[in-house]
């Protein structure tokens, strides 16, 4: 193991409506609020590691996924035992389907309310 400098304390991401984004993801993933801006213009959520922060953006575009004028920066692989069941707890909660799917069997994409992409996948950390 290499010596390190810093421990990674949250990933970012950029959407229009922080406490809509931080209903969507402590639903899926079980989070909490660990806290928040007085204006809820960041909203910061903890539980499985590192936390996850949803920050407002006022004039944000949603990614285009695979391709398209506006790149993703960086998206959540997200572990599942069960595809297509946790498909459909994600979808419930208000993601969608990406229409491109590279492989199926081994992970899907699906896109979060504000339009991230991110993956649910059988590869699973050791």
Do not use: K
Request: aromatic share 6%; net charge negative.
């Amino acid at each position: 193991m290499t010596d390190r400098a810093v421990t990674l304390a949250s990933v970012s991401i950029d959407c229009p409506d922080p406490d809509a984004l931080a209903r969507f993801y402590s639903r899926l993933l079980g989070l909490e609020e660990a806290f928040a801006t007085e204006d809820r213009g960041v909203v910061g959520l903890a539980g499985a590691g590192p936390m996850l922060t949803l920050m407002r953006v006022d004039e944000y575009t949603p990614p285009s996924w695979p391709g398209g004028p506006q790149h993703q920066q960086m998206h959540l692989d997200l572990a599942s035992q069960d595809l297509d069941a946790d498909v459909a707890a994600a979808v419930a909660l208000g993601a969608r389907e990406a229409d491109v799917q590279p492989s199926p069997h081994r992970w899907r994409v699906l896109l979060d309310p504000a339009g991230h992409p991110f993956c649910l996948s059988t590869v699973l950390p050791d």
